[in-house]
Structures are given as C-alpha cells and as structure tokens.
C-alpha cells in the first residue's frame, strides 16, 4: 500500500468530493420539486395532463439512467442545446429521479383517507392550502421511507456523471488511477467517502422522519 | 436510420451479451444471497453480523465504483478477470447484497407458528424448508425481486464504462461514427426496458403459478 498517491492528492479528491455533494444536493432537491406537479398531473382531471405525467413516469423510468445522461450530454445538441458537463448531468439525474419520485409522491396522496379531502372540501379549505396543510403533513409519514431511499440512490447515481465528463469523486478517481497506476488505495478512499456520504443522508433521514412522527 | 442498419449486427451481439451477463448474474446473486439469507437465519450474528456489513456497503457504493475496483484494483491485486468478468463478478457482488436483504424480510415474514407447528408434526428442517417455508417465501420476495431485477438490467448500461461492448458502449461507439445520438440512445433504452420487460412479463407468469398451487389468493 502507498498511501501518499491519496495523501499527496487529497486536494483533489477533497474538492471532487465537494463536486459529488454538490450534484447529489442539487439533483434530490430539484428531482423532488418537479416530481411534485407531476404526480398532482397524474391524477389530474384534465386528460392531457394525466397523459402526459404517465408517459413521463414510464419512459424516465424505463430507461438507464445513463442513458438519460447521454441523452443529456450528447442528445440535446442535436436540438441546438448545448449543455455544459455539470448541467447536463444533473438534469439527466433529475430527469430520472423525478420519474420515480412522482410515483411515491402520489401514493403517498392516495394514501391519506378519502374523507379527509372531503372534509377539506366540506370547510371550504381551498385546494392548495388544504394540500399544505392538511394533506401533505400526513402524506408525509408514509412517503418519507421510500422518497429517502430514492435520494440514497441519488448519491450513488452522482457517480454516473463522470461518464459525462463531470470531475467529481469517481471521475476524480478515474483520472488519479490513470496517473498513478494505484487503483487500490484510491478505490478504498472513494469507497469510504461514499459510504460516509450515505451515513449521513441516512442520518439527515431518520432525523426528518422523526419530524414527522405522530406523538405517541 | 442508416447508422441503425449499419449498426445492426453489433447491437444485437450487444444486446446478446446484455442479455445473458444479466441472467448469469441473476441466477447466482438470486442462489447466494438466498443461501446466506437462510445461513444467517440458522447461524446466527456468527454470520449475520458479517452479511449485514457486506450488503451495507455493496448496496452503499455506486455501481460504477464496485465495477472499477474489479476491474482496476483486482489486477493490481494479482487478479485479472477481463472487463465481462469484472463486470459480472461486480453485478454479482451487488446483487448478493440486495438479494440477501430481499430474502432476509421474506424469511422474516414466515410466521413462527409454522415452524412451531413443523416441529409439533415432526417435519425435518428440509421437508420444513421445502413445503412450508419455500412456498411461502417465493410469493412474498417475488415483487421486491422482480422489481429489484427488472430495475438492475438498467444498471448494466454502466458495465460500458469498464470497456464491457454491452448496448450502451455500442451506442456511444455509434454516436461517435454518425451524428445521431438522440435516435440511437432511445434505441438503446428501448432494448433495456424490452429485456425488463420480459423480466416483469415472468413475474406475472411466476405469481400466478405459485398463487394456484397453494390455493390462497391474497
């Protein structure tokens, strides 16, 4: 073991590092908010709208989420749009996040009683402040489990980017390997941090979950 | 379309090697993350402890990650698989780790009356496992498996990145010679979701036979 080919370049992975939280960050917020429209879409009375949310979820998630990524990176200049690596990795990992992520938002919704709508209805609670109020806090506690594991998978997913050409902590590796020949010690260090990363969400979750918890 | 045509050939020998990496790693994560799941139900923390840390960081680390330390550091340690045995070796290790997760909970939902009652009417661990334990189990791990299995065919396209020529490596060789990247990516998603498709077309089919046989249909 020749640790020094980690100590000596600990910048590098340091920021890298930075790079993969960053991208995580970015993609589980931004999945979560464009899954929320989507599932209210997908029981929407209006038609079009129903449809279009059902195509979404089943295309984004039928597909590899690399190729969500190439598509991305490598698809959208065909249209004359052109991304910049960072950019076109999140969107293509938020674009696949957001299609499962609407599913579990909206059997969270249906999960809340019937009469509880009704009842929002009945006192003349208009819709949106009904949803804020009343709806979500306990849809919450029944998505919260399965939302959170998505956003585990989300870290994970970061790792795709340095396929796009994305320097973070895998791609930061890639290039460090090639340099260095020293596959072993750079992959134990990465595969700490991931797993350091992921303590954390989980941690950040149970935290949250308890939030929502009912007073016993 | 003429990159398709021209194409052809390479993508369906890609889709072929898709196809049975898949099953291969399939069939031996589905055989050893059950056994270690019903080894660590009879043995105890002995090997539980361990199963638990193994499917911790194989279900923690990205892919791409368990992939490249097959790939570049097991050489490094002396052990050289070639990218499709990096590859199936990293798949295997991963699906190892959920599988044994999957089956631990459905080994868990097993009622332990049952096992009482086994015991009471003198049935040996074996006919237990068999008749009571394997019927049961099959039906309550079958989504979780299927949906688990039908979502990794997806996860093969990072095997592209450790040189393995599956779909998405021909896709990118293909998007390189013509300059077609959106039609040719939507092929290639269209061969993963096909074979998931299959997977969740066999789920059905599974489901169906092992509700008949045990009569109850819940």
Redesign the interface.
């Given at each position: 073991m020749e640790w020094s080919v980690v100590t000596g370049n600990a910048g590098l992975l340091a920021a890298a590092t930075l790079n993969t939280v960053a991208i995580a960050a970015t993609t589980i917020v931004l999945s979560v908010v464009l899954a929320f429209p989507l599932a209210l879409m997908r029981d929407s009375r209006v038609a079009p709208l129903r449809v279009i949310a059902g195509i979404y979820s089943w295309?984004t998630r039928?597909?590899?989420?690399?190729?969500l990524l190439?598509?991305a990176y490598?698809?959208l200049?065909?249209?004359g749009i052109y991304l910049d690596p960072v950019p076109a990795a999140v969107a293509g990992l938020t674009v696949s996040a957001a299609g499962y992520n609407m599913e579990y938002i909206r059997a969270a919704l249906k999960a809340v009683p019937r009469g509880q709508y009704e009842a929002c209805r009945a006192l003349g609670i208009p819709f949106p402040l009904a949803l804020r109020r009343l709806i979500l806090p306990q849809a919450m506690r029944i998505l919260l489990p399965p939302l959170s594991s998505n956003l585990?998978l989300l870290l994970?997913?970061?790792?795709?980017a340095?396929?796009v050409a994305v320097n973070e902590l895998?791609g930061q590796?890639?290039a460090l390997?090639s340099d260095t020949?020293?596959?072993?010690e750079i992959?134990i260090v990465?595969?700490v941090v991931?797993?350091a990363l992921?303590g954390v969400l989980v941690a950040v979750q149970k935290g949250v979950e308890r939030q929502f918890r009912l007073p016993a | 379309m003429d990159v398709i045509v021209a194409q052809f050939p390479r993508f369906l020998a890609a889709t072929w090697l898709t196809i049975w990496m898949f099953a291969l790693v399939t069939v031996l994560s589905t055989i050893i993350g059950a056994a270690l799941a019903i080894l660590s139900e009879a043995a105890g923390k002995a090997v539980s402890v361990p199963l638990a840390i193994f499917s911790w960081v194989f279900r923690g680390l990205p892919e791409l990650v368990v992939l490249l330390a097959c790939y570049l550091a097991l050489p490094a340690a002396g052990l050289d698989l070639g990218p499709v045995g990096s590859a199936i070796l990293g798949f295997t290790l991963i699906g190892i780790a959920y599988q044994a997760e999957i089956f631990r909970a459905g080994l868990a939902s097993v009622d332990p009356k049952l096992f009482e009652a086994t015991r009471a009417l003198g049935m040996n661990w074996r006919l237990t496992m068999r008749r009571i334990v394997f019927p049961q189990v099959v039906r309550t791990v079958l989504p979780a498996w299927a949906t688990f299995s039908a979502g990794n065919v997806k996860a093969f396209a990072v095997a592209s990145a450790i040189a393995v020529t599956e779909v998405m490596a021909v896709t990118r060789q293909s998007i390189a010679m013509s300059n077609q990247p959106f039609l040719l990516i939507l092929v290639a998603a269209g061969i993963y979701a096909a074979i998931a498709s299959i997977l969740m077309v066999l789920e059905v089919l599974v489901s169906r036979r092992f509700a008949g046989q045990t009569g109850a249909n819940s």
């Open positions: 295309t039928a597909m590899p989420t690399l190729a190439f598509l490598y698809g200049p065909e249209l585990t994970k997913g970061s790792a795709l340095s396929l895998t590796a890639m390997i020949y020293r596959p072993i992959l990465v595969a991931y797993l992921n | -």
